[in-house]
């Protein structure tokens, strides 16, 4: 029976290889090659005696084991974070923030400094996903989560029901009739797609040429330089179509099946750091939920 730890490094490599569901993923975020993160997992398999992930062709998979395995690696990793904060006087200096790259550039970003002169005293350091997580990430204390439903193994607070509906930039020429000729993007793997979109209203929907990405932040960027239309939602949406940067050329919006979602690590709850942002996160979505529908009256 082995009697010592692996090493902390493999720990590290496969926390980031699950978090991700991809060794490039895990690569980026630890400075290192495809390979040498592959080379890891197998050493680390390899002590265990078992897998960890299954090997697909495009994407990987948490095994029984890793499924198993991952809570007790974060929370040993959280440990040690809280262990070092209390030893090295640190506790609810930084407050770790994560949410999803759309939600930071289009509807965090532009009322950041508010939060910041509100809260000088509070460091915050931001952290984007493309990805839903299936736990919380690691050393974050407050997570927005995009999501249907988060997994049931985290305490998740839902923020908003949003709508969701095409945006184009202000001087783009399109009609109902000549929608589907023109060009169309959507984020992939979300329920809000132009096809659910059409079917809402009974639309009559052919089988238009869509182009798919992976995030609002690239579809929108597009849509605002005059290359098309996207959908969005009114949470990231509201700002740039106040600006005038981005319109709604129709009037039907669809329900959202997804939704934003705040959640706290249990460390949170004794930072005064985390749970004043927790708290002006909340104030700031319900502001904007009441606006609306004050708008819609």
Known sequence: MKTALPPLGWL???????????FTGAAHDLNMTQSAVSQQIKSLEGYLGQPLFIRRPRALELTEAGITYLPVVRDAFRTLLRGTRAVTGQQGDVVQVI????????WLAPRLPQFRAAHPEVKLNLITELWEPREMAENADVEIRYSVRPSDTVR???LCSDYYYPVCAPDFPVT???LQDQPLYECSNLLCSWANWAEDQALSWGDPTIVTATTFALTM???RAGGGLTLAHDTIASWMIERGELIAPFSHRAPMAEAYYLILSPQAERSPG?????????AEFARDQST??????
């Open 176 to 178: 109902l009739d000549t």
């Open 12 to 22: 590290r490599t496969f926390e980031a290889a699950a978090r991700h569901l991809s």
């Open 274 to 282: 985390a749970i004043a942002f927790a708290n002006w996160v909340r």
């Open 99 to 106: 949410c999803n790259l759309s939600l930071a550039c289009f």
């Open 221 to 223: 960027s597009i849509a």
């Open 156 to 158: 998740a607070e839902q």
């Open 292 to 297: 609306r529908l004050g708008t819609q009256a």
